[in-house]
């Protein structure tokens, strides 16, 4: 059975970057069928898309976001994580990494049970 | 971006009831919707792919319809496990997006 687990800070300060890795257990990351995402939910409201990594290291992302997000893969280690710069408190979330089946019509299937970040001085 | 729109925002049910969500996209998105339900502090979970295809292991009382732009999610008999919130959303187009959510609560 796929799983997902998020792992990193819980606190991080403004302006400063949150880091997140991602480690994928029963199934390999090199897998065809399955890009990789970023999905994050802050306190009481909805879900919002940040992007995702093919195993080559093809990525995409939400424009929303202004460049400021970095996803990348680690083959070997079956990880992938992600880098968002210059945080506020807007940034405070939980963030799911999730498998995006892309096959045909695409969906989220597995998710990771989130990790809450919380951005403050 | 494609937005996404749900109605309603909450309603109130009885076990027992048929419940219709609606999701309506800005644009055509033929039939790259997906539905998913979330329980407090648990991760969403897939329920419907291609606006009608049930997920594995989904109980068949739940359903999805609709293409283009107009969408239904429909619970045919609400059981107690069902209380939660419902998401849409569209795989049309990149960014994905997802509605604003639908709270389902226990009359």
């Known amino acids: 059975q796929l799983q997902l687990q998020e792992s990193g800070p819980g606190l991080v300060k403004p302006s400063e970057t949150l880091s997140l890795t991602c480690t994928v257990s029963?199934?390999?990351?090199?897998?065809?069928?399955?890009?990789w995402d970023w999905i994050r939910q802050p306190p009481g409201k909805g879900l919002e898309w940040i992007g995702g990594?093919?195993?080559?290291?093809?990525?995409y992302d939400n424009p929303s976001l202004k460049s400021r997000v970095t996803i990348s893969v680690d083959t070997s280690k079956n990880q992938f994580s992600l880098r968002l710069t210059s945080v506020t408190a807007a940034d405070t979330a939980v963030y799911y990494c999730?498998?995006?089946?892309?096959?045909?019509?695409?969906?989220?299937?597995?998710w990771g049970q989130g990790t809450l970040v919380t951005v403050s001085s | 971006d494609i937005q996404m729109t749900q109605s309603p925002s909450s309603l109130s049910a009885s076990v027992g009831d048929r419940v219709t969500i609606t999701c309506r996209a800005s644009?055509?998105?033929?039939?790259?919707l997906n539905w998913y339900q979330q329980k407090p502090g648990k991760a969403p979970k897939l329920l419907i792919y291609?606006?009608?295809s049930l997920q594995s292991g989904v109980p068949s009382r739940f359903s999805g319809s609709g293409s283009g732009t107009d969408f239904t999610l429909t619970i045919s008999s609400l059981l107690p496990e069902d209380f939660a919130t419902y998401y849409c959303?569209?795989?049309?187009?990149?960014?994905?997006?997802f509605g604003q959510g639908t709270k389902v609560e226990i009359k």
């Open positions: 990594i093919y195993y080559s290291g093809s990525t």
């Open positions: 644009h055509s998105i033929a039939s790259y």
């Open positions: 959303q569209q795989s049309y187009s990149n960014p994905r997006t």
């Open positions: 291609a606006a009608s």
């Open positions: 029963g199934a390999s990351i090199s897998s065809y069928t399955y890009y």
């Open positions: 999730v498998t995006d089946y892309w096959s045909g019509h695409p969906y989220f299937d597995y």
